[in-house]
Nanobody, 115 residues
Framework: QVQLVESGGGLVQPGGSLRLSCVAS????????IGWYRQARGNERELVAH???????IYTDSVKGRFTISTDSAKNTMYLQMNRLEPEDTDVYYC?????????WGKGTLVTVSS
């Protein structure tokens, strides 16, 4: 099965930026809608942003205008550019298919927004 590896997280001050990467071990972007999820300990996993099979980019309200999702099919990589980060964005971020997570979850990448 295709493996997913997330990276790019870290500690950033409020208002700062990070770019997350999700590398897939196989070519999946042409076949599946794929997106970024986030989960804080004890909470349900939330879909933050995704790209539909038609190429539309969909964002949850809380990140609209701040986050941008993109893919590079040649590199089997998906990105999440996160700008104007807020403490509420602190979470572990994962990638997977949408609307059903069909692939094994990766380890995620931790984003911490704090002063």
């Amino acid at each position: 099965q295709v493996q997913l590896v997330e990276s790019g997280g870290g500690l950033v001050q409020p208002g700062g930026s990070l770019r997350l990467s999700c590398v897939a071990s196989g070519s999946i972007f042409s076949f599946y809608a794929i997106g970024w999820y986030r989960q804080a300990r004890g909470n349900e996993r939330e879909l933050v942003a995704h790209i539909t099979s038609g190429g539309n980019r969909i964002y949850t309200d809380s990140v609209k205008g701040r986050f941008t999702i993109s893919t590079d099919s040649a590199k089997n990589t998906m990105y999440l550019q996160m700008n104007r980060l807020e403490p509420e964005d602190t979470d572990v971020y994962y990638c997977n298919t949408v609307p059903l997570p069909r692939l094994n979850w990766g380890k995620g990448t931790l984003v911490t927004v704090s002063s």
